[in-house]
T-cell receptor
Framework: AQSVTQLDSHVSVSEGTPVLLRCNYSSSYSPSLFWYVQHPNKGLQLLLKYTSAATLVKGINGFEAEFKKSETSFHLTKPSAHMSDAAEYFC?????????????FGAGTRLAVHP | DVKVTQSSRYLVKRTGEKVFLECVQD?????MFWYRQDPGLGLRLIYFSYDVKMKEKGDIPEGYSVSREKKERFSLILESASTNQTSMYLCASSFLSGSNNEQFFGPGTRLTVL
């Protein structure tokens, strides 16, 4: 069965410093992986997705993630945090079950950015 | 722009009431999904649908039902609301059922059951 674990429930950074949000996955086959972001009182928005092409995936707003099969990780990074990055971030793995593809969400990491 | 809309942003109901949450998408997507979001639990799939009049149970279907009479509309029904169904409900849609297809989300309905 597929699963995903976000290693930090809260991360706090200063504006202008790097962001690292950690995610480990479990999958019995080559997975598709996603990062979604949810700003306060907004719906979820796709940041980036990995689909077995390049292992370094670039997304919107300067975010990127690297797929590391040996470490079963898909950590999200950004070189320099901006105040507008404050939000909740979800790591997601695609799961094939019962003949259908479904998304399995991590518990989320809340990112706070301080001036 | 893909648009997924939900009928209410905030809803307050009483225990035992029948509750309808409506979701509409405007991109002709075949697939539609209902999730609930609770702190520390992420999103959990309640029901999904891959075609009109077709529905499949997700991971937590108990206490819920769904209806999909038209391709663009997917309704979540709480037959008899209970306080443990107080939550944020998110609707999503996607074009194909492939593993790498993005789901597009609505803004959510925050339901409080008193």
């Amino acid at each position: 069965a597929q699963s995903v674990t976000q290693l930090d429930s809260h991360v706090s950074v200063s504006e202008g410093t790097p962001v690292l949000l950690r995610c480990n996955y479990s999958s019995s086959y080559s997975p598709s992986l996603f990062w979604y972001v949810q700003h306060p009182n907004k719906g979820l928005q796709l940041l980036l997705k990995y689909t077995s092409a390049a292992t370094l995936v670039k997304g919107i707003n300067g975010f990127e993630a690297e797929f590391k099969k040996s470490e079963t990780s898909f950590h999200l990074t950004k070189p320099s945090a901006h105040m507008s990055d404050a939000a909740e971030y979800f790591c997601v793995v695609s799961s094939f079950s019962g003949g259908y593809n479904k998304l399995i969400f991590g518990a989320g990491t809340r990112l706070a950015v301080h001036p | 722009d893909v648009k997924v809309t939900q009928s209410s942003r905030y809803l307050v109901k009483r225990t035992g009431e029948k509750v309808f949450l409506e979701c509409v998408q405007d991109m002709d997507h075949e697939n539609m999904f209902w999730y609930r979001q609770d702190p520390g639990l992420g999103l959990r799939l309640i029901y999904f649908s891959y075609d009109v009049k077709m529905k499949e149970k997700g991971d937590i279907p108990e206490g819920y039902s769904v209806s999909r009479e038209k391709k663009e509309r997917f309704s979540l029904i709480l037959e008899s609301a209970s306080t443990n169904q107080t939550s944020m409900y998110l609707c999503a849609s996607s074009f194909l059922s492939g593993s790498n297809n993005e789901q597009f989300f609505g803004p959510g309905t925050r339901l409080t059951v008193l």
